[in-house]
């Protein structure tokens, strides 16, 4: 079943980990799919990638390289891609980073560059993105948060601000568009196997399956089945929701 034949959607984020899983979701269930990422050789083979897996001729992929924090690059950008296409019908936001560190030790610079990436990358293509997608009385809008959003995490004040910021800002939005058939949630994962979470230890890992009652740590495509869900016309009445994919850590 195509869930998003004849769709188009912007997923940042989305060379690698559980962007390049949404975006290869998106692709085989019908969608044009562009996708905003930073590093160059990452983007050419997820381009190849959706190529090898195109399941209609007249499907559409495009690969931008795009810092999501720069107001102006990511008007241009998507202003760009409505120009082509006519239309962006769901947006996910997923670029994020960390710069972990105790608060006393935190520099201010990585608490901007967090803060940054993470949460005004979503003012910055919700704001573009919600006239046309208000006009068109339909969007789908899924901004990727995380668990420690919702619980915290000592050593993480910058990301968690971030995330948590994220599902107010959701749920906001959520509000002010849906009047317009305009949906906006969240998905939370948990601890998924992805370039951020390869660097912890044994020991630390052991720790983090000791509090998942799923008894293992998640894979992209954990995340990218639940956003696909958000995504498509089966969640059409689901809006300003915060959904968990983590395992049963956080209940």
Not at 26 to 47: H, M, P, S, W
Not at 164 to 175: H, N, R, V, Y
Request: positive net charge; contains cysteine.
């Amino acid at each position: 079943m195509q869930l998003l034949k004849k769709k188009s959607a912007l997923i940042t984020g989305g060379t690698a980990g559980i962007g390049k899983s949404i975006a290869l979701t998106f692709a085989k269930n019908g969608a044009d799919v562009a996708i905003f990422g930073t590093n160059r050789e990452r983007a050419e083979q997820t381009l190849k990638e959706l190529e090898a897996i195109r399941i209609d001729p007249e499907q559409k992929f495009a690969i931008h390289l795009v810092d999501v924090s720069k107001t102006a690059d990511v008007e241009q950008t998507i202003q760009s891609i409505l120009n082509s296409w006519g239309k962006i019908d769901v947006l996910v936001n997923n670029a994020g980073v960390t710069r972990d560190n105790l608060l006393m030790r935190m520099s201010e610079e990585d608490w901007d560059h967090v803060v940054d990436i993470n949460l005004k990358s979503i003012y910055n293509t919700c704001r573009v993105l919600a006239r046309s997608m208000m006009k068109a009385r339909f969007g789908s809008i899924i901004n990727i948060s995380s668990v420690i959003g919702l619980t915290g995490n000592a050593g993480q004040v910058n990301y968690a601000a971030s995330k948590s910021g994220m599902i107010g800002f959701t749920k906001s939005l959520a509000k002010e568009l849906a009047s317009r058939n305009v949906r906006a949630n969240c998905v939370a994962p948990g601890y998924i196997e992805t370039q951020m979470t390869e660097v912890l230890s044994p020991q630390i890992k052991e720790q983090i399956l000791a509090k998942i009652p799923l008894g293992r740590i998640g894979n992209p495509q954990d995340v990218a089945q639940a956003v696909l869900y958000l995504a498509c016309d089966l969640s059409n009445y689901v809006t300003g929701q915060v959904i968990t994919v983590d395992g049963g850590m956080v209940m």
